[in-house]
Each structure stands twice: as C-alpha cells, then as structure tokens.
C-alpha cells in the first residue's frame, strides 16, 4: 500500500503492442504526477519505465487462439492468482488494463468485488462490440473508465452506461516519426502478409502465386515484401524457393513496412492494423484474411460485421475491397491489383478515401489524453 500522498497504479499488458501502449501511457502519467508508483505486468518497455515492481511477462502470455489457452490454462491460472493477490495486498487507486480481454476482464472482476474502492480503467477496449456484444452490461458495472481508440466505440459502451472517453488511437503518433520524403515508384507493388508465422503462412504463399500471374502479364513491375522479423523473411524466402519462383522476382526485407507503404504504388494487405497504416500513409491497397475453417465457422457465428478491415469498420462502408477465405485467391487479387496499377484515377480516389478514413482516428496525443483521464481518477 503506498503513502498517505502518494498514489499507486497497478497495470497490466499481455501482448507486445499493449506493452508499447502501457510504455506510453506510464511516461505520460510519469510526466504529470513523477511520484506515482506502478506495480503489475507487461513487457520489456513497461519494465523499463517502471523497473522492478512490474513483472516482465509478455513473451509467454501472448499465446494465440482457444486452444493455446485450453493448453496453457494451469499457467494463466497460477498467474492470475498471483497478481489478484498482490493487487488486493497493494490496494492500488487504480487498476488499468491494457486490451488483452480474456485475462483482464476476469482480473476486473474480481478486482471489483475485493477492492471496490480502486478505481478501474481500460485502455484500447477489447473488441467485444464485433465478437460478444453480450459482455458489454457486465462490463459495464465493473469499469470506472472505458478509454477507447476508435471513435464508433464510444457510442457502444457509454449506450451500455460506462463512462467512455475517445482519446484517438496511438499509431497517429507512431506514424509522425515514420514519414518519409519520397516519391511512389510508380512500377512497385508492396505485399504486407502480417506479422505472425500463422499469418505469413497462410497468406504468403497465395502473395507468391499472386505475383506469378501479375509478372507473366506486367514483367516491368518490380514487388517487395515486408517481413517483421528476419525469422519471417526466412520463411517467405522458403516459400518463394518453394513456388519455384527466381528469387529476385520478390525484393524481401525486414522491418521496411512504412518505408515500403510510402513508396509503392498500390500494395496487398494481411488484415490487422497494417490495414490502418496502409491508410494513414495513403496506399491504395486491397485486403486478405485467411485462417483455419474450423476457426473461420466459429467466428461466423460470434462475429456481427459487415467487414473484416478496419478502414472499412471505421468508415462504415467498403473502402477497400476484402478477400476473406475461399475469395483470397490470386485470380481475383491479380485483377485488383492490376486496376490499381493501371487507372490513376480510381487509385487516387482510393487514395483520398482511406486518408479521410484514417483522420478519424483523431490527432496526436493519445497517450498524453489518456494519462489525463487517469489523473483526474486519481485526485
């Protein structure tokens, strides 16, 4: 428990990008109240704001999908345990949870009934309004504070009768230091086949396919692939080595995703937050999502959505076309791409639309508006 003055937060991220947020918002809220104290669980970043009275645990938290976590149950539990236990010890004055539902939201709860004077804040909310609408009442009676980052959302959760603030979303900040003065080349296609193995697997190899088609018909065209770690660009080498394709005919390198969106002409997306970058940095592009059919029939009946992209959930309409399961075929990405690449006016239009799309997500300084919020829980 901290001082008569002094106030403590407990926080909690379970994934990598929560861990850069969490950095983010602990700098913030550092910069308005130095004496305040974090404890709780995140990542390397988190860990070095807040030193050791914060757990570093991300690599094994961050576990993808149902049956991962079935797999690891024991673990998550022994863990919960830990932390419910020392938040109760610590009484902080205020809990904040970092996306990352399954866990948090459990944490929330039973944070509540222990201690329902600490103060309980979520940050970049789960999205539950596109897989469990059902959540959202419970929620409601659980949370303080409902910080979102798209603007649609706080409609959702204030209708629900949660306090909820729209700060904007952190990646306008995070795109500021990563624009580039360059011209497009108006011959490069830029392929963006996500950041995970599970992703880069399903979808890379159709990329591959894509770019047989596209070179067979438009040989001066030049691709260029980016992989999130050199661990990935080895296996989209293979992949390429394994379509039998020159390994020239596709440039790959490691952690170029913003150079590369700002350079190409047009490009083909994995769905996630790329798809919100592409927009921001004003590619013109098309989406791809592939996963498991097993997975794909459960999400069918979970998730209520016109759209997979969010550029397309942002502006409430198809801004880019979606090719999902059976339609992620290179046929159909081929004709895509080559009317982007051909028809400048439908790409400008394109182009004009996703960068009005993107302003919605607010301006400069999420983080810093965030920390606001949290401070005046604390006083």
């Avoid at 992703?199 to 159709?206: A, K, M, N, T």
Wanted: charged share 25%.
């Amino acid at each position: 428990m901290s001082g008569a003055n002094q106030k403590s937060i407990y926080i909690v991220a379970g994934e990598v990008s929560g861990d850069t947020h969490g950095a983010c918002l602990m700098e913030a809220l550092l910069s308005r109240v130095p004496s305040v104290l974090f404890h709780g669980a995140g990542g390397p970043a988190m860990r070095a704001v807040a030193g050791k009275g914060l757990t570093n645990w991300v690599e094994d938290a961050a576990v993808m999908g149902i049956w991962e976590v079935l797999k690891h149950y024991q673990w998550f539990k022994e863990r919960f345990d830990k932390m419910l236990a020392e938040v109760e010890e610590l009484k902080p004055d205020v809990l904040i949870l970092i996306d990352y539902p399954g866990f948090n939201l459990r944490l929330a709860h039973a944070v509540k009934k222990r201690l329902p004077k600490t103060k309980i804040v979520y940050y970049i909310s789960p999205q539950v309004w596109a897989w469990n609408k059902g959540r959202i009442p419970k929620m409601a009676q659980t949370l303080d504070l409902m910080l979102c980052i798209f603007p649609f959302e706080k409609e959702i959760f204030e209708s629900a009768g949660l306090t909820t603030v729209f700060t904007g979303h952190p990646l306008v900040d995070e795109l500021e230091d990563k624009r580039e003065d360059v011209t497009r080349e108006q011959d490069l296609i830029g392929l963006f086949p996500g950041s995970r193995e599970r992703e880069v697997s399903r979808l890379f190899p159709v990329m591959v396919e894509t770019v047989r088609r596209i070179h067979s018909h438009n040989p001066e065209w030049k691709f260029e692939a980016a992989a999130a770690s050199d661990v990935l660009a080895g296996r989209m080498r293979d992949i390429v080595q394994h379509a039998k394709l020159p390994e020239s005919l596709i440039t790959i390198k490691t952690g170029s995703s913003y150079s590369l969106m700002q350079r190409a002409t047009s490009g083909v997306v994995a769905s996630g937050t790329a798809t919100l970058e592409a927009a921001a940095l004003g590619l013109p592009y098309c989406l791809v999502y592939k996963i498991s059919w097993p997975t794909w029939a459960m999400g069918k009946l979970l998730v209520k959505l016109d759209y997979i992209g969010l550029v397309n959930i942002l502006a409430g309409e198809e801004v880019v076309e979606e090719f999902i399961q059976g339609e992620a075929e290179p046929g159909r990405i081929e004709l895509s791409i080559s009317r982007l690449m051909n028809d400048s006016d439908s790409r400008d239009a394109l182009r004009q639309k996703l960068l009005t799309t993107a302003a919605k997500l607010g301006d400069c300084g999420a983080h810093q508006r965030a920390a606001s919020e949290v401070v005046a829980l604390l006083e």
